[in-house]
Nanobody, 114 residues
């Protein structure tokens, strides 16, 4: 079965950096585009970044120039490098793959606060 396991969240001060990881299993990882979403308290889940099977990337306007998505097919893992973090980046971050239906990880909390 499809499994997505995120890690790397935590508490960081404004201006700091974090790197999230998502390790996948149960499907042919290299054959699918992968995404990161986030959900802040009281808000809807929003798309943050996408990486295709060709390593093409796209980002939400709110994170362009600060976040970077990448993948390592040898490790079945995607990453989200987050720099210049702001309090408004505080959210639970989810890994996602879509194959007919959406599959989600359990999420990892990112809190940006001084």
């Amino acid at each position: 079965q499809v499994q997505l396991v995120e890690s790397g969240g935590g508490l960081v001060q404004p201006g700091g950096s974090l790197r999230l990881s998502c390790t996948a299993s149960g499907f042919t990882f290299s054959s699918y585009g992968m995404s990161w979403y986030r959900q802040a308290p009281g808000k809807e889940r929003e798309l943050v970044a996408v990486i295709t099977v060709f390593d093409t990337t796209s980002y939400a306007d709110s994170v362009k120039g600060r976040f970077s998505i990448s993948r390592d097919n040898s490790k079945n893992t995607i990453y989200l490098q987050m720099n210049s973090l702001k309090p408004e980046d505080t959210a639970v971050y989810y890994c996602n793959v879509r194959m007919g239906v959406h599959y989600w990880g359990q999420g990892t909390q990112v809190t940006v606060s001084s």
